[in-house]
Structures are given as structure tokens and as C-alpha cells.
């Protein structure tokens, strides 16, 4: 896994984040410019420790949501996240619940952090969409609204493991939502869910800042339905000298196994669905192609026309994506083995 390519990696006062000022914080929550100004906050900046955390996380419980708190602060128009620890919550595969027990174990855990000087507080929430996305969902954009109402400020990142295995490339989504009855201005309307969340298409893909990524099928009724309800951050990351320790301390443990791997085997599950996906899409083009022929009408006339034309570019852009990375996956499988099996194939001619 990589962090994104972003020049706000290596700040020049990077050591500084990490320096909380409790007056300035006091400061800012008395006068609590985000309540005059709904689209107050702009970004996020996650220290690199704790996006590996909440990736790491993400990442174990497979098939199943995980769901965590962030400990920060907010400094301008951006909340700065320092650390993030998981929560002893259940989860399935549409929601995480939390219960009295997460309740006692965050009071424990902040009160541990106190003993040791850690003063931050909880700035936000975050949680993972396993394989379909980094974007809030109406349960999502439920807990964010009680969140910012009683404990603002506050942010909800979302992870996609299984994605950023795929691509080797952390995908994250940050949001906040806008308050009950509040309509954005046009430019935030048709863009509260771009650069990093996910924007509904009529073929159902999902489109974000330079790439396009599918929804699975059981997914896309809720996929879009709540973005006029909430806004996208940008998200940025830095690293600090104790980040960089503890990351080099990590890559030399596990280098080995990361050029070794192959996220074509790694992520098979993840693939196999998005295969599954992609025939249930193609059968259902078919039937809408049928029934357009038996009723007369040709694909490219009337609603019925234009359903048939929107569920075949959607079976086409998903057939597209899916060969992508399954030759990119394959590509990169031969590239290795040429690379480091040319050492052994030396050393066999020599003998």
C-alpha cells in the first residue's frame, strides 16, 4: 500500500501537527464558524500513522464494516487528525452498531490518553466500505447529522480496503453534512460529492477525480440518493519524524511481502465479485434489449430506449474496468517474475 502522491506528504512543519494548543482550540469552539458558514471546513490532514491504522483496520474485517474514532483538532479551515484508534463495535455487511461496551471503552481510552498527556480530542469517526466506495450512505449521513449536532466539530472518513488493495492506493473519502432544511448553492449541489466521493452517473459507475470505479448492484439504490445531504473534504496527509520511524520500521519488516504479493491473488474475493456484479448487469441489458425489441421500439428512442442505452454503456464501462485491472494485475505478476527470478536463472547457467 502507498500513500497517495500528494505534496502535503512531507510538511515542512510537519513535527508541529502534532503540537495540540488548547487555547486556540478553546478559542475556535467558542466562536464555532462552521455554524455561520455550513461549508466552513475544506480538509482533512491525517497524520500517516494513523491513516495506516485505520487502513489496517479496514482491512481486517474483510467483507464486514469497521468502524473507529479520530483524535485531532481543528486549526483554520481544516481539522487535523493525529491519531485514530478502532472500536470493539459489531459489524455486518451494510452497517456497523455500536453498543454500551464501545461507549465505556472510548471513555477508558481518552482517559488513558489524558494520563499520558495526550490532549486532543475526538474529531471524527471513520469507517469502511468494503468494495464499493468511499461515499456516505443514508445510515451514514444519520450518524454524521447526531455527530456535528452534539459534538461538532466533527468529520466521517470512510476507507475502502478492498479497493485500495486493488490498487495499491489508500481510497478515502471525508465528508460533513449540511443541516436539516439547508439547501447548498448550485456549485456545491452538483459537486457535494466530488473529489474523492462518489457522483452518481446514469450508468451507475461511479466517478471520481480522475478515475471511475464500479458500484456493485446491491448497492446503487442508495448509491447518490443522499448527496444533496452532505459535502466532500479534500484529504490530505503528513508525516511527521515519529511517522516516518515507525513507517520505516514497518517497510523493513514487511518489503519482502509486499513486492511479492500479487493483488490479483490477494484480492481475489474482491474480484470475483465485481465479476458476479458485472454478469448480473449484463443479463440485466439483455432482458431491457428484449423487451425493447418485443414492444417495438428501437434502443435509441423514448424512456425505453434510453434504459436500454444506460444499462449497456454501464455492462461496457464495468467490462472496461474490470480488464483493466485484470491486465495490470497480470502484468505487474510477469514483470516480478521476470525480475526476480533472472537472479536464479544466472546463477543455474553458471553451475
Known amino acids: 500500500m502507498e500513500l497517495p502522491l500528494n505534496g502535503g506528504v512531507f510538511d515542512s512543519e510537519r513535527d508541529a501537527l502534532y503540537d495540540y494548543d488548547e487555547a486556540a482550540h478553546k478559542e475556535i469552539t467558542e466562536h464555532k464558524p462552521w455554524v455561520k ?11 500517516a500513522v494513523a491513516l495506516v491504522k485505520m487502513v489496517m483496520h479496514a ?10 474514532l479520530m483524535q485531532g483538532y481543528p486549526e483554520g479551515t481544516s481539522l487535523v487528525v493525529t491519531d485514530a484508534f478502532r472500536l470493539p463495535v459489531e459489524g455486518t455487511e451494510t452497517r456497523v452498531n455500536a453498543q454500551d461496551e464501545a461507549n465505556e471503552y472510548i471513555v477508558s481510552y481518552l482517559s488513558a490518553c489524558r494520563e499520558e498527556g495526550r490532549m486532543e480530542n475526538v474529531v471524527g469517526w471513520y469507517h469502511s466500505h468494503p468494495g464499493y466506495g468511499c461515499w456516505l450512505s443514508g445510515i451514514d449521513v444519520g ?33 460533513r453534512t449540511y443541516p436539516s432544511g439547508y439547501k447548498p448553492p448550485q456549485q456545491h449541489a452538483e459537486g457535494s ?12 459507475v461511479q ?3 480522475g478515475d471511475t470505479k464500479m458500484v456493485p448492484t446491491h448497492k446503487a439504490s442508495d448509491f447518490g440518493a443522499h ?23 514497518l517497510w523493513n519488516k514487511y518489503w519482502v511481502q509486499t513486492l511479492s504479493q500479487n493483488p490479483l491473488l490477494a484480492n481475489r474475493d474482491y474480484d470475483t465479485g465485481q465479476l458476479v456484479d458485472l454478469g448480473n448487469k449484463v443479463k440485466e441489458a439483455a432482458t431491457l434489449v428484449a423487451r425493447s425489441g418485443r ?32 491486465v495490470s494485475g497480470l502484468a505487474a505478476a510477469e514483470v516480478k517474475t521476470k525480475i526476480f527470478s533472472s537472479g536464479e536463472e544466472s546463477r543455474t547457467a553458471d553451475s
Open 37 to 47: 458558514d455550513p461549508n466552513y471546513f475544506k480538509s482533512v490532514r491525517i497524520s
Open 59 to 68: 482491512r481486517s474485517g474483510g467483507s464486514l464494516e469497521v468502524m473507529g
Open 143 to 175: 450518524t454524521q447529522e447526531m455527530q456535528q449536532q452534539y459534538g461538532d466539530p466533527f468529520v466521517a472518513v470512510v476507507v475502502d480496503p478492498l479497493r485500495t488493495v486493488s490498487a495499491n492506493m489508500v481510497d478515502i473519502g471525508a465528508f
Open 193 to 204: 460529492i466530488a473529489g474523492g466521493a462518489a457522483a452518481a452517473s446514469p450508468s451507475g
Open 207 to 209: 466517478a471520481e477525480t
Open 227 to 249: 448527496s444533496h445531504r452532505y459535502y466532500a473534504l479534500e484529504v490530505r496527509h503528513f508525516k511527521g519524524t515519529l511517522d516516518a520511524r515507525l513507517l520505516g520500521l
Open 295 to 326: 414492444t417495438g421500439q428501437g434502443a435509441g428512442s423514448g424512456a425505453a430506449g434510453k434504459a436500454v442505452d444506460q444499462a449497456i454503456e454501464k455492462a461496457v464501462q464495468e467490462a472496461k474496468l474490470v480488464s483493466v485491472k485484470e
